[in-house]
């Protein structure tokens, strides 16, 4: 199934009906005809994932997504198992190159995804930060970027600014807090020139965001650090918006409670728009 983004909206649909939501109980009232409505991929059994592995019984508790970051190509989701193949690297099976880390129930009809972070690390020095052990980090569809607590943004911005101080500021664009020259960043296509910022998760592996997700430009030679103060009463530390997912390819094992996360695809020099659904790879 394809997914594309909205250019006016920034929002992700799947085959040009229905917005994608990790956190929403699913109703067949949610469909209209010929107009979009929400495609639950919840922990919900009456998720959409859910409604077709009734329909196909042999089809893994299992789901990836991959959304794309233009809404000229599309991404996609796969329900059920692997194996998943580029059109540029054709006999790699994606699946051998994700990183894996425990998914976190808060409680037993909580419906959300959410993983533990340890840490974060900007250039490889830790962000001074409370805890975050406690603090839930939750995957979400449905907000365009990352919102951390206002204590944790605060560390987090500050930390950046340090790490990015040799690169002239401009003026704020709402509701970034720190927005800096186009040209002294970089882009996707020539490089960034701004620090990796690592999410050490709970099983030690980092979820790496670069510049092509950290980073947002928002016209007039500016680009922005695409995070934002979510506020002292977030109910979540960090909530993970779509911006940082784009073209990242997430793999979700509902059984066996665990999430795989490649980081960028464009680091290796492919995209969520790449994908092979006929080729049939040959061994030797």
């Known amino acids: 199934m394809s997914i594309t983004k909205d250019a006016k909206t920034s929002l992700h649909t799947l085959e040009g009906y229905y917005l994608i939501d990790l956190d929403a109980p699913f109703t067949w009232r949610d469909c ?33 997504l991959c959304l794309p970051s233009s809404s000229k190509a599309p991404g996609v989701t796969f329900l059920g198992d692997g194996p998943f193949y580029f059109t540029s690297f054709p006999n790699l099976d994606l699946r051998s190159i994700l990183s894996y880390t425990p998914m976190v ?45 206002s204590d944790i943004f605060k560390a987090f911005v500050s930390s950046f600014s340090i790490a990015t101080q040799s690169i002239p500021r401009l003026k704020l664009v709402q509701p970034f807090s720190l927005c800096l020259k186009s040209s002294a960043v970089g882009s ?14 709970e099983s030690g592996k980092n979820w790496t965001i670069s510049g092509d997700n950290s980073m947002k430009r928002v016209g007039n030679g500016t680009t922005c650090l695409a995070f934002v103060d979510g506020g002292l009463r977030m109910k979540d530390a960090i909530m993970i918006g779509t911006f940082q997912l784009e073209n990242n390819f997430l793999f979700l094992d509902l059984r066996k409670q665990k999430l795989g996360f490649s980081s960028s695809l464009l680091a290796r020099g492919t995209s969520c728009s790449n994908f092979n659904f006929t080729y049939v790879p040959e061994y030797d």
């Open 188 to 201: 996707v296509e020539k490089g960034f020139r701004v620090p990796k910022i690592d999410l050490e998760t």
């Open 32 to 64: 209209r005809i010929r107009a979009r409505g929400v495609a639950a991929f919840s922990w919900s059994t009456l998720a959409f994932p859910r409604q077709v592995k009734t329909l196909i019984h042999h089809m893994k508790d299992k789901f990836a």
């Open 105 to 149: 129930r808060k409680y037993s009809k909580s419906l959300g995804y959410y993983i533990t972070i340890n840490r974060i690390a900007i250039n490889g020095i830790t962000v001074p930060l409370p805890s975050l052990k406690t603090g839930s980090v939750k995957l979400s569809t449905v907000i365009p970027y990352t919102e951390l607590r």
